[in-house]
């Protein structure tokens, strides 16, 4: 396999019953070293007229960082070998889009901060969209986001349209979008997840169902399977808020790549992954992370505090492998 996730339901023939459509997988390419180099959703749109070939061949669409895409064709490309698959650059025929809000999860953790109230495109419960969730046999649809309920839903569109349910009104920039996450602590794509680098455990790929730890052998698989068995995890990717000495936020003073550490400790906590405003991202060693509120600092900017914060998504797992690292 190539891919860290299961896709053998894209070549299963639609069920006859009230969810026709196969619901999108994310799924991540890695190296051979079992490190990060992109991530996938991928998307099988069922039309009522879509038929088989003779060879069951089925087509499939892929949502990915748009920063990377000629390498990553290129690296697609070249692991085809002789494989009969076309691959082919759609980029310009459709957009992905994102709706979020409140009022679109049925979990709603009221840890989240106000800011954050505003983002999306509407506040109230959107049944129609729920409904939308589970598919019908006409056209472009909504899917829930396959990682977390709390990112709301996601679809592919044709370029030049709006998609169903969404108003002009309450349009909003990726910026927003970008905010949504970084206080739910989820990357995405190349630029938030160092290419070549990161561990995809460790960027809480496990818990956002980009992993199949049944599917049997694919590239990188070596890495992730020992240490998901090894059962702990010691660096984690977390919500980061950056504050003054008196606790006051602090606006645009951090960038990404800037180490912590822990003045009471003395010892590197990890870096900041992806910093906007006063928000962030980072992967820091639990350990450190949670010893104190106040011992957190951006090195070289002391007087920048970095309050880490746990996502209010994480399995209660990933709790007691926290409690586990401290004692170590």
Known sequence: GLLSNDVRRFGEAPHEDNSPVVPP?????????????????????????EKLDRNGSVEILADVDGSVLDELLATLKKYRLRSKVDIENVAEDFYCWQRYGRGLSEKTPSVEEPVAASVGWRGGDDRSGNSASHGNDVGWQWFKDPRLDCLGFRGIFPSGTTPPLVESDKETDEEKYLLWRLEKGVAEGSTEIPKGEAIPLEYNFAGLNAISFDKGCYVGQELIARTHHRG?????????????????????????????????????????????????????????????????????????????????????????????????
Not at 30 to 49: A, C, K, V
Not at 312 to 327: C, G, I, L, M, Y
């Open 25 to 49: 997988v994310y799924a991540a390419l890695l190296t051979p070293q079992g490190r990060f180099l992109y991530d996938f959703f991928l998307y099988r749109q069922s039309r009522p007229e």
């Open 232 to 328: 702990v995890i010691r660096k984690r990717l977390l919500p980061l808020k950056f504050l003054d000495n008196n606790g006051n936020e602090v606006e645009r003073k951090v960038t990404a790549g800037s180490e912590v550490i822990n003045t009471a400790s003395g010892k590197k906590t990890g870096s900041v992954t992806t910093a906007f405003g006063f928000c962030g991202m980072g992967v820091l060693r639990l350990e450190e992370a949670f010893k104190g509120s106040d011992s957190l600092t951006i090195l070289g900017q002391e007087d920048i505090k970095v309050e880490a914060i746990t996502a209010a998504w994480w399995p209660s797992e990933w709790f007691r492998d926290q409690q586990h690292t401290a004692v170590v």
